[in-house]
Each structure stands twice: as structure tokens, then as C-alpha cells.
């Protein structure tokens, strides 16, 4: 097996292992984020270029670095590879101008997105991005248009990361919508006015790292942080039915799939889960979904309210027993 070592980490992976999926193993901040790859979906990544890392040593065979940067979601190790990505201020330097070129076009409208709070550039912004843009043109916009009854679709906001595009070919029966044109013309569009309607689309919402495509049952009915995501699940004939419930109050205001630290669902879920069981009695729920204590939908911190409801009745019963 191959031996790699990155940030000064050393791991040995099966032959053909990617540098991401090495650093995913070893976890932690030496991880480079992401926007296009998605290990669900074949084929992805190679577009976005944030995770950039240095080869500072190509093998033990051949210890010559690599010329450039790479993108570590394409490129595979080799046995005494060493790579740099944390640990090197050029690549955390490229990553910013990534982040500055995503920006180019990405309007600044978080206040108003769906997509605020769980959007992977906004995090990558606030990590590696620039105070101030140095792009003196106008950005390029485009109306807003439905592709199918489900789905909103905000060109402006997209970053061309493809992924929609490989969850319509390889999870719906029909891919009806792809990358028009090229360059800066290039825009994500359904063929002449096609609408995305099948029983996996909905899954092109989950993927988008961005609000680009969000889910018109959704939209604009509250901020994601001020929602309580529980896991639940039904017995569906079509998917796993292992979703995310999407509470405010009473009213389950969202589905979605159960999403992983790298922020890829587990499973791709069927629209008739997301999109048509918004009441609790279609649900055996199965508990509060964990988030992750840096994200900011982790603010109302009902996980460990319940957790300290439970610690309190255990002292309680405690207390009766040592008294009695
Ligand atoms: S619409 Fe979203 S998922 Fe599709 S290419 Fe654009 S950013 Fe990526
Ligand atoms: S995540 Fe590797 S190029 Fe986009």
C-alpha cells in the first residue's frame, strides 16, 4: 500500500486513493475544502480547483516536486508522496485567488439566500477569501427560472461545479439540462425550456455547494438556523428513506438527505420523501440530528439541552436512591 504524508501526517491507502480522500482519512484542518468534488457521484471534481495542495515530493522512486499546485480530488498517490497544504503559504495563497475567481460572478447576497448557513463558499469566503473584491465590471445575470414545479434555478449564483449535471446522469433516468455555451457565456440551462421533472432531481438541491438550485417548497420560509433538523425515516419503496427532518416549530418545513462532516449526503433520497411527506405521522423519528458545533445552525444547541434535560433526571433518580 502507499505511503503518503501530508502536512506531516503519514497514511497508508489502497493503491489508487486520491490525495482528498488520503486527507479525509486523516481529517482534521489539513482536509482541503471542496466545491465540485462529491464522492457519491463518478467523475467529479478536476472544476473548481480549491483543493489545490503542493506536491513537495512526487514518490520515493521519482522525490522530484511536482511543477505546479494540483488538485488533490484528481490526483492519486504514490508510494513516498509528500504534500503540503496547510503547511504551505503558497497554496493557501492560490486557494484565496480560487476563492476570488468563484467571487467574480457569486453575488454577495447571503441575507437574503437559502442556501446561508450551509453554503460551502460562504464558508470557504469566510476562510480563505478577501476582505474586499478587485472586480471593477459588472457581474453577469441571468433571470430566474423554474426547472420543474420543484426547483428554483439562480444562475447567477451558480459556480459551474457540474455536480447537478452528474446527478442527472447517473441518478435520473434522463439528463435534460447541462452546461450551455462556454467561458464566461457558460450557463447551467434545461434544453429549450425542458423541465427537470423526474423522481431523483431533487437530489441536484442537495448537491448544489451553493443557492443555486433550491427547493421552491422551502424558499424563503425561514433561515436555516432557525430550524431544528431531526433524523427520521419511512419505509419507502423508491430510496433508503433515511432523511432529514426540518423543523420550526410543529411544521416539518423542509426534507433533505442526511448530509456527512464533508457535506455529502449518505444516500441520494427520492422526491416523493422530500417533496410530498411534510407531516410527523409519515415519519418514525429517530432523534435530534447532530451538527456540527461550528455551524451556525447549531446555535439553538437543543442536542445537549435534551442531553442536560437527561443528565438532570439521572441525578434526580440518583438523589431518590441515595435518600431513600
Ligand atoms: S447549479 Fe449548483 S450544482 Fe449545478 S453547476 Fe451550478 S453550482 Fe453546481
Ligand atoms: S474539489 Fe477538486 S477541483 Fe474542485
Known amino acids: 500500500m502507499p505511503k503518503v504524508t501530508i502536512d506531516g501526517h503519514t497514511i497508508e491507502v489502497p493503491e489508487g486513493t486520491t490525495i482528498l480522500e488520503a486527507a479525509r482519512k486523516i481529517g482534521g484542518d489539513i482536509v482541503p475544502p471542496t466545491m465540485c468534488y462529491y464522492s457519491k457521484l463518478k467523475t467529479s471534481g478536476g472544476y473548481c480547483r480549491t483543493c489545490l495542495v503542493k506536491v513537495s515530493k512526487g514518490s520515493e522512486k521519482d522525490p522530484r516536486p511536482m511543477p505546479k499546485p494540483v488538485a488533490s480530488c484528481r490526483q492519486t498517490v504514490m508510494d513516498g508522496m509528500e504534500v503540503q497544504n496547510i503547511t504551505s503559504p503558497e497554496i493557501l495563497d492560490a486557494r484565496a485567488g480560487v476563492v476570488e475567481f468563484l467571487l467574480i460572478n457569486h ?22 477569501g478577501h476582505e474586499v473584491s478587485r472586480l471593477d465590471f459588472r457581474k453577469r445575470t441571468f433571470p430566474m427560472i423554474d426547472i420543474g414545479d420543484k426547483i428554483k434555478l439562480h444562475m447567477n449564483r451558480c459556480i459551474m461545479c457540474y455536480r447537478c449535471v452528474k446527478v442527472a446522469e447517473q441518478l435520473c433516468p434522463e439528463r435534460v439540462h447541462g452546461v450551455l455555451n462556454r ?4 450557463e447551467i440551462s434545461t434544453y429549450i425550456e425542458q423541465a427537470v421533472d423526474n423522481e431523483w432531481s431533487g437530489n441536484m438541491i442537495d448537491v448544489c455547494p451553493v443557492g443555486a438550485l433550491t427547493d421552491k417548497t422551502f424558499r424563503f420560509k425561514s433561515r436555516v ?11 419507502c419503496p423508491t430510496c433508503s428513506g433515511k432523511v432529514v427532518l426540518w423543523y420550526q416549530g410543529e411544521e416539518v418545513l423542509r426534507v433533505t438527505g442526511r448530509k456527512d462532516q464533508w457535506g455529502e449526503v449518505d444516500e441520494f433520497i427520492c422526491n416523493e420523501c422530500r417533496f410530498d411527506k411534510k407531516k410527523t405521522s409519515d415519519w418514525v423519528i429517530e432523534g435530534p440530528r447532530h451538527i456540527d458545533r461550528h455551524s451556525v445552525i447549531s446555535q439553538n444547541h437543543y442536542e445537549e439541552l435534551k442531553k442536560l434535560k437527561q443528565d438532570l433526571s439521572r441525578q434526580k433518580k440518583l438523589g431518590e436512591k441515595a435518600h431513600n
Open 183 to 186: 467561458g464566461w457565456d457558460s
Open 225 to 235: 438556523w432557525f430550524t431544528k433538523p431531526v433524523d427520521a425515516h419511512r419505509n
Open 107 to 128: 453575488p454577495l447576497d447571503c441575507p437574503v439566500c437559502d442556501q446561508a448557513g450551509e453554503c460551502n463558499l460562504q464558508d470557504l469566503s469566510y476562510e480563505h
